[in-house]
C-alpha cells in the first residue's frame, strides 16, 4: 500500500475569490486514502475560517510588507518550517505570485513545488511586479498548472526554465446545481418581486467585474413586458476599488433604478444555488476575466449565459450555443443582448439545456481533482 501523501497548498489571500474556490475544490475533492491536504494562507480570513469550519488544518503565516526584508524573512522562515514540521510531500502554490514564496521555502527543504497560475503573465507594473516577475522566472517549478490554454501559452513565452505544464479548467460540483436549489426560497429571502424577469450578476463588487455596465445596461433595455431587475451579489472588494460599491449606488440613483437593482452582498453556497435557481439570465459582464468560474455555476443551472470577450469567459461560451457573447464594456451591446434573450424564452431555454450539458462534460469538479492528483502522482513518481 501507498505511503499518504501529505499536500500543502499556499494561497495568498484569505478571501473566497475564483482561485479559492478551486483549491476548496482540490481539498474537498482528494482521495482521501492517498492525500492528506493542508493550507496556508499569507494573511487570514474567509478561506481559513470556511477550512476550519469544516475541521481541516489551515495555516496562517506571519503578516508581513514586501519592503520590509526582515518581516519577509519571518514569513519565510514560517513557512519553511512548516514543511518540515508537517513532513510535506508537495507544497501546492495557488497563485500567480506564489512560486517566489514557495520556491525560497521549498528549495532547501528539497521539497517539490506545483504553481497553479490562474492569470496570463503580468511583466508590467509596479516595481514590485517586475520584482516578483524577474525572481520567480529564476526558478523552476516541478510542474505547473495553468486554468487555461491561453494562460499556458504565457507562461510558456515568458519562463524558459517553466518544465511541465498542464492545463487544468476550474471546475463546478454541476450536479449539485440540481439538487435542493429553491427559487421562491431566493426570491423571498431577498425580497425581489415574485415573477419580475431576473438578471443575475455574481461577484465581488470592483470595476474589473463591471456591476457599472450592468446596471447602464438594464437602463437600456426596452421593448420588454415586465421590466426586468438586476440582482448584483458579491461582497466588498478587497484591497482595491474602495470607493466602488458607493459609486455603483449612486449610479442606480441617478438612473432612477432603485427599485429595480438588488444588492444582496455576500451570500452562501446555499443562497447562492437558491439564487442561480430564481435568475431568469445569468450575466457575466467583465471588463477582464482569466477565467470565471461562475460562469460555469450559470450554465449548471441551466441557465442562459450572457457574457464579455473577456479572456475567460469567451473561452467557455465561445461556439457553444449556450449564451451571448458581447464586446466588454459595450453597453449598448450588453443592453440588446439581455433584450434578446429575455424576449425569446425558447430559444433561451435551449440555451440553458446546451449550457448544462457542456457543463457537465467539461467542468465536473471530480475530473478536475482527477487530473490535478495525476500531477502529484507523477511529481513524487508514483
Same mark, same amino acid.
Given at each position: 500500500?501507498?505511503?499518504?501523501?501529505?499536500?500543502?497548498?499556499?494561497?495568498?489571500?484569505?478571501?473566497?475569490?475564483?482561485?479559492?474556490?478551486?483549491?476548496?475544490?482540490?481539498?474537498?475533492?482528494?482521495?482521501?486514502?492517498?492525500?492528506?491536504?493542508?493550507?496556508?494562507?499569507?494573511?487570514?480570513?474567509?478561506?481559513?475560517?470556511?477550512?476550519?469550519?469544516?475541521?481541516?488544518?489551515?495555516?496562517?503565516?506571519?503578516?508581513?510588507?514586501?519592503?520590509?526584508?526582515?518581516?519577509?524573512?519571518?514569513?519565510?522562515?514560517?513557512?519553511?518550517?512548516?514543511?518540515?514540521?508537517?513532513?510535506?510531500?508537495?507544497?501546492?502554490?495557488?497563485?500567480?505570485?506564489?512560486?517566489?514564496?514557495?520556491?525560497?521555502?521549498?528549495?532547501?527543504?528539497?521539497?517539490?513545488?506545483?504553481?497553479?497560475?490562474?492569470?496570463?503573465?503580468?511583466?508590467?507594473?509596479?516595481?514590485?511586479?517586475?520584482?516578483?516577475?524577474?525572481?520567480?522566472?529564476?526558478?523552476?517549478?516541478?510542474?505547473?498548472?495553468?486554468?487555461?490554454?491561453?494562460?499556458?501559452?504565457?507562461?510558456?513565452?515568458?519562463?524558459?526554465?517553466?518544465?511541465?505544464?498542464?492545463?487544468?479548467?476550474?471546475?463546478?460540483?454541476?450536479?449539485?446545481?440540481?439538487?435542493?436549489?429553491?427559487?421562491?426560497?431566493?426570491?423571498?429571502?431577498?425580497?425581489?418581486?415574485?415573477?419580475?424577469?431576473?438578471?443575475?450578476?455574481?461577484?465581488?463588487?470592483?470595476?474589473?467585474?463591471?456591476?457599472?455596465?450592468?446596471?447602464?445596461?438594464?437602463?437600456?433595455?426596452?421593448?420588454?413586458?415586465?421590466?426586468?431587475?438586476?440582482?448584483?451579489?458579491?461582497?466588498?472588494?478587497?484591497?482595491?476599488?474602495?470607493?466602488?460599491?458607493?459609486? $455603483?449606488? =449612486?449610479? @442606480?440613483?441617478?438612473?432612477?433604478?432603485?427599485? #429595480?437593482?438588488? &444588492?444582496?452582498?455576500? !451570500?452562501? /453556497? *446555499?443562497?447562492?444555488?437558491?439564487? $442561480?435557481? =430564481?435568475? @431568469?439570465?445569468?450575466?457575466?459582464?467583465?471588463? #477582464?476575466?482569466? &477565467?470565471?468560474?461562475? !460562469?460555469? /455555476? *450559470?450554465?449548471?443551472?441551466?441557465?442562459?449565459?450572457?457574457? @464579455?470577450?473577456?479572456?475567460?469567459?469567451?473561452?467557455?461560451?465561445?461556439?457553444?450555443?449556450?449564451?451571448?457573447?458581447?464586446?466588454?464594456?459595450?453597453?449598448?451591446?450588453?443592453?440588446?443582448?439581455?433584450?434578446?434573450?429575455?424576449?425569446?424564452?425558447?430559444?433561451?431555454?435551449?440555451?440553458?439545456?446546451?449550457?448544462?450539458?457542456?457543463?457537465?462534460?467539461?467542468?465536473?469538479?471530480?475530473?478536475?481533482?482527477?487530473?490535478?492528483?495525476?500531477?502529484?502522482?507523477?511529481?513524487?513518481?508514483?
Amino acid at each position: 500500500m501507498k505511503p499518504l501523501r501529505r499536500i500543502l497548498l499556499l494561497n495568498t489571500m484569505g478571501v473566497l475569490g475564483g482561485q479559492e474556490m478551486v483549491l476548496l475544490d482540490i481539498v474537498r475533492g482528494l482521495d482521501p486514502t492517498r492525500y492528506e491536504a493542508l493550507v496556508a494562507s499569507l494573511f487570514p480570513g474567509e478561506l481559513t475560517d470556511t477550512l476550519r469550519a469544516e475541521g481541516r488544518t489551515a495555516y496562517v503565516l506571519p503578516r508581513h510588507r514586501l519592503r520590509r526584508p526582515l518581516q519577509l524573512g519571518r514569513t519565510l522562515t514560517a513557512l519553511a518550517r512548516l514543511l518540515e514540521r508537517e513532513r510535506i510531500d508537495i507544497l501546492h502554490v495557488n497563485g500567480d505570485s506564489l512560486l517566489f514564496y514557495g520556491g525560497l521555502a521549498a528549495f532547501p527543504k528539497r521539497v517539490p513545488c506545483v504553481w497553479h497560475v490562474h492569470e496570463p503573465v503580468a511583466t508590467r507594473g509596479s516595481a514590485w511586479v517586475r520584482f516578483f516577475y524577474e525572481t520567480q522566472r529564476l526558478m523552476h517549478p516541478a510542474w505547473t498548472i495553468a486554468n487555461t490554454e491561453a494562460v499556458r501559452q504565457s507562461y510558456l513565452a515568458a519562463y524558459p526554465r517553466l518544465g511541465p505544464a498542464t492545463t487544468i479548467t476550474p471546475s463546478a460540483d454541476v450536479a449539485s446545481f440540481a439538487v435542493g436549489a429553491d427559487a421562491e426560497r431566493a426570491r423571498r429571502r431577498f425580497q425581489l418581486p415574485p415573477t419580475a424577469p431576473l438578471l443575475l450578476v455574481i461577484g465581488r463588487l470592483q470595476r474589473s467585474k463591471g456591476q457599472r455596465q450592468a446596471v447602464e445596461a438594464l437602463a437600456e433595455c426596452a421593448g420588454l413586458g415586465e421590466p426586468p431587475h438586476l440582482v448584483l451579489c458579491g461582497g466588498p472588494p478587497h484591497g482595491i476599488d474602495e470607493d466602488f460599491p458607493a459609486e $455603483l449606488r =449612486a449610479l @442606480t440613483r441617478a438612473r432612477g433604478l432603485e427599485q #429595480r437593482v438588488h &444588492f444582496v452582498g455576500a !451570500v452562501t /453556497e *446555499g443562497e447562492k444555488r437558491d439564487l $442561480l435557481a =430564481a435568475c @431568469t439570465v445569468f450575466v457575466h459582464p467583465a471588463l #477582464r476575466e482569466a &477565467f470565471g468560474i461562475v !460562469v460555469v /455555476e *450559470g450554465m449548471a443551472a441551466g441557465k442562459p449565459v450572457i457574457v @464579455t470577450d473577456a479572456a475567460g469567459p469567451k473561452s467557455i461560451v465561445q461556439g457553444t450555443g449556450a449564451g451571448e457573447l458581447v464586446p466588454a464594456g459595450d453597453v449598448p451591446a450588453l443592453a440588446q443582448a439581455i433584450t434578446r434573450v429575455l424576449g425569446a424564452p425558447e430559444h433561451a431555454a435551449r440555451m440553458g439545456e446546451l449550457g448544462r450539458a457542456l457543463a457537465a462534460e467539461r467542468y465536473d469538479t471530480r475530473a478536475m481533482v482527477r487530473r490535478v492528483e495525476a500531477v502529484y502522482a507523477s511529481v513524487l513518481g508514483d
